[in-house]
C-alpha cells in the first residue's frame, strides 16, 4: 500500500536545529525573498536548495511537492514577460511558436516570484521532512504563541498524509476493479479522480466534530497550556542565527519602504518591484 510521509529521519544539522529556530528562520527568510531585488533572491535561493541537499533527504520523499511547483514556476516570468510594464520596456526575446515578444521587466518580476515561490516551498519541505509532528506542535507555543496554535498546526499536518494515503489507497482499489485514470483524455482523468476525492473530503469533514469529542475527552483543553517538557532551549548559536537573520530581513524591508517613498537609481535594481 503507498503511504504518504512528511518527516524522514535522519542526522543533519536541519535535523538537529531547534524547531522554533526553523519557524523564526523561515519566516526572516521569506521576507528577504520578498523584498530582495530578484539578482540577490538567487543566492539566498541556492543556499536553500543547498540546506535541503544537506539534510540527506532523498528527492523521491517530496518529489512531489516539487513536481505541483514547477508549473507555476515555469508558467509565472512567461505570463509576466508578455505584456510590457512601462513605456521604457523593451523586448529581449520571443516565443518560438507564437512569436510573441518577451519584455524585460516582466521576465524579471516573474523570476522574481519564482524565486520566492520557489526558495518557500524549499523551506518548507526542509521544515515538514527535518521536523517531528511533536516537536512542530509545541515550537509555536515555546515562541509565545497560544498553544492551540502549534496544536492545529501539527493535527493539519498529521492528517495531510492519512488522507492522502487514504486516497491513494482508492485510487488502487479503483485500478483493480477496471477504471482507469490515465487515458488520452484530461478531461475524463479529471472527472474520475473528481468522483473520488470529493466524497473523501466530505468524509473526512464529517469526522471533525468526533476529532473534537475524541480530544476533550483525554483532556485537551485551549484555556490551559500543556508544559513545555520536551522541547530542549536554544543554543546561543540558534539565537545568533535568528537574531542575525532578523536583522538582515528587518533592514531589507525597511530600504524597501525607503525606496517606495524616495524614488531613484539604486544598485542591483533595488528600487524595482
Known amino acids: 500500500m503507498r503511504r504518504v510521509r512528511l518527516y524522514h529521519g535522519a542526522d543533519s544539522w536541519l535535523h538537529r536545529l531547534h524547531p522554533s529556530a526553523k519557524l523564526v ?9 520578498a ?31 516539487i513536481l505541483l511547483a514547477t508549473p507555476v514556476i515555469v508558467v509565472a516570468p512567461l505570463l509576466n514577460g508578455l505584456w510590457p510594464s512601462s513605456e521604457s520596456d523593451h523586448a529581449v526575446a520571443a516565443l518560438p511558436v507564437l512569436d510573441w515578444p518577451l519584455f524585460y521587466e516582466g521576465l524579471r518580476r516573474g523570476i522574481s516570484r519564482d524565486l520566492l515561490i520557489g526558495g518557500s516551498t524549499v523551506m518548507t519541505i526542509i521544515l515538514l521532512t527535518t521536523t517531528e509532528l511533536h516537536d512542530f506542535a509545541e515550537a509555536p507555543t515555546y ?5 492551540v496554535v502549534g496544536f492545529t498546526m501539527a493535527t493539519v499536518m498529521r492528517y495531510i498524509p492519512e488522507v492522502s494515503t487514504f486516497l491513494l489507497t482508492l485510487y488502487d482499489v ?4 477496471g477504471v482507469d ?48 517538557y520536551s522541547l530542549r532551549r536554544l543554543t546561543m548559536r540558534e539565537k545568533a542565527a535568528c537574531v542575525l537573520i532578523g536583522l538582515v530581513a528587518i533592514v531589507v524591508t525597511l530600504l524597501r519602504a525607503y525606496v517606495l517613498v524616495v524614488p531613484g537609481e539604486y544598485p542591483f535594481e533595488f528600487g524595482t518591484f
Request: charged content about 10%; overall charge positive; cysteine-free.
Open 25 to 33: 528562520l523561515w519566516v526572516f527568510l521569506a521576507l528577504l525573498l
Open 35 to 65: 523584498f530582495l531585488p530578484w539578482g540577490l533572491k538567487v543566492p539566498v535561493f541556492l543556499a536553500l536548495v543547498v540546506a535541503l541537499w544537506s539534510t540527506q533527504v532523498p528527492l523521491g520523499h517530496y518529489r512531489l511537492i
Open 143 to 147: 515562541l509565545g504563541a497560544p498553544h
Open 174 to 177: 479503483q485500478e483493480a476493479r
Open 181 to 228: 485514470f490515465y487515458t488520452r483524455n484530461p478531461a475524463t482523468n479529471f472527472v474520475r479522480r473528481t468522483n473520488i476525492l470529493i466524497p473523501l473530503l466530505i468524509f473526512q469533514l464529517s469526522q471533525a466534530s468526533r476529532m473534537s469529542n475524541a480530544l476533550e475527552s483525554r483532556g485537551f483543553q485551549i484555556a490551559r497550556a500543556p508544559t513545555l
